[in-house]
């Protein structure tokens, strides 16, 4: 398994954006992107990971990299700042071009010197973003950074757009080419979303795959906040896998930072074919663990469930816990289940057939006939129960769409619940669906039969009055 560099030939150039904390940077990328797709707060360090994103400016292409603050004084120390600073260089050593944001308002600042004196150094092209020039007013500030020794300021308000235009066309200018005669495939990687609680160990697999320190992790939860993003080379394949941040409780319920940071992991397994839902096996199964399953389930998005750290868990909380499974995740027997340490790498490898299974039933279609012909012997054997004194028949059954499957019944009338648990489970014996939601919907149609003596009774009351 290998990282795949994040430009190559033929992909995109690839922007850094860069700058000591709380100068905005992730401001400046949503105008860039023309949505609020960055996390942004009031308090500095909100962004911690490099995190790209896919931008256009006069029809050419180009990968915007988001970065958190760096800080030169952290760099050297074991803590988290030092680690997001980290993170920031290798986005520098990757980019075909930096992007280096200061605050106008605030002038040089020692910090700013030193990430300066690093990009020199770099001999990447740079581009240097004086924000916070929210008018005529505020130009001169914008004068000063002429001494970080970068070539020319451009005076930006993030906040309010002011300048933006100018400033990407000065990036235009420093990117490279991108050659005509190479293009990404029409569908390009497979695109799989790892998703779960805080602390579950999403960042620490997405590291293992990678192969290098990717994401930050931490012991505490909630570290990755933005969704990051990665190709990956994994059984002669390239994945796209997409860490997000850890699902703390619903959307409506969360505030600030992690209120925007769930709206993100939401969005990121919208984009997504399959989810991977890391469980944390050395822990009971908690609420919000079944909260998630049926989030990836009502998004229609092929299921895996891999639980994590199981080089801790004894043989008592195994046997324990496959009852949890049989009991609370009765809505998800089919998905595959992978037992892993993303710490240790054991049984990783085990992932990617996982994931394939998992999108072939995405993707089964079944044909009609052997759809009909399985429904009238399944129908034959167990009839749908009546209501109200009327029992419904099943005319026919199609599926119209993949990906996640669909069937349609067309009936007589309303079917329970139960029953269509029941043909839906008959369905998956027979056809397999493994690792994917099925949609099973009804179409009522009224016997011929009956409709037509509904007519005749009404033509012969109409002739009455």
């Known amino acids: ?37 960055a996390v942004v707060a009031d308090v500095p360090g909100v962004t911690r990971d490099r ?19 760096w800080d030169p004084a952290a760099e050297g120390a ?11 260089r290798a986005a520098v050593e990757a980019a075909d071009a930096v992007l280096f944001v200061a605050d ?32 005529m007013a505020a130009e001169p500030g914008a004068h000063a950074l002429w001494a970080l020794g970068l070539g020319e300021p451009h005076p930006v308000s993030a906040l309010h757009g002011r300048g933006s235009g100018d400033l990407l066309d000065a990036v235009l200018e420093v990117l490279p080419a991108v050659p005509e005669d190479t293009e990404a495939g029409p569908a390009g990687p497979r695109r799989v979303a790892l998703i779960g609680r805080p602390n579950v160990g999403k960042s620490s697999l997405l590291n293992t795959l990678a192969g290098q320190e990717r994401v930050l992790v931490d012991s505490r939860g909630g570290t990755t906040r933005d969704p990051v993003d990665e190709l990956i080379e994994l059984g002669g394949v390239t994945w796209r896998f997409v860490d997000t941040a850890g699902i703390r409780r619903r959307v409506r319920e ?35 663990d079944l909260r998630i399953v049926s989030m990836v389930i009502e998004a229609g998005r092929a299921l895996v469930i891999a639980y994590n750290k199981w080089d801790l868990v004894d043989e008592d909380r195994r046997a324990g816990l496959d009852r949890e499974i049989d009991r609370q995740l009765h809505t998800a027997r089919w998905a595959p ?4 340490s993303a710490a240790t790498g054991w049984h990783v490898d085990r992932l990617v057939p996982a994931l394939r299974t998992a999108l072939a039933g995405w993707e089964e279609r079944v044909a009609t006939g052997r759809l009909n012909a399985w429904l009238s012997a399944t129908v034959a054997a167990t009839p ?41 489970r008959k369905l998956r014996e027979e056809f397999g669906f493994d690792g994917t939601p099925v949609q099973l919907a009804m ?15 009404g033509a012969r009351q109409g002739s009455r009055r």
């Not at 995190?51 to 603050?69: I, P, Q």
């Not at 599926?399 to 043909?423: D, K, M």
């Open 443 to 457: 179409r009522l149609r009224e016997r011929r039969a009956e409709a037509g003596g509904r007519g005749a009774r």
């Open 384 to 424: 749908p129960p009546s209501r109200g004194g009327r029992q419904p028949k099943i005319l026919f059954a199609t599926q119209p769409g993949v990906r996640p499957p669909r069937v349609v019944l067309f009936t007589t009338g309303f079917l329970t619940a139960g029953y269509r648990r029941f043909l839906e």
């Open 337 to 340: 289940r992978v037992n892993l």
């Open 78 to 88: 074991p803590d988290l700042a030092a680690r997001v600073t980290a993170q920031a």
């Open 51 to 69: 995190v790209a994103y896919d931008a256009t400016w006069r029809g050419r292409a180009f990968t915007l990299v988001d970065t958190g603050g």
């Open 1 to 37: 398994m290998s990282a795949l560099p994040a430009a190559g030939v033929g992909e995109p150039p690839v922007v850094a954006v860069v700058g000591r904390p709380n100068v905005g940077k992730s401001t400046l990328v949503n105008r860039i992107l023309g949505s609020r797709l």
């Open 254 to 288: 969360a505030q600030g930072a992690d209120y925007f940071a769930a709206l993100r992991t939401e969005r990121a397994l919208e984009r997504a074919e399959v989810a991977v839902v890391l469980v944390d096996a050395s822990e009971p199964l908690a609420e919000q």
């Open 104 to 135: 106008a308002a605030v002038g040089v600042t020692d910090a700013d010197a030193a990430v300066a004196a690093v990009l020199r150094r770099s001999r990447k092209p740079v581009v240097v973003a004086a924000n916070k020039v929210d008018g």
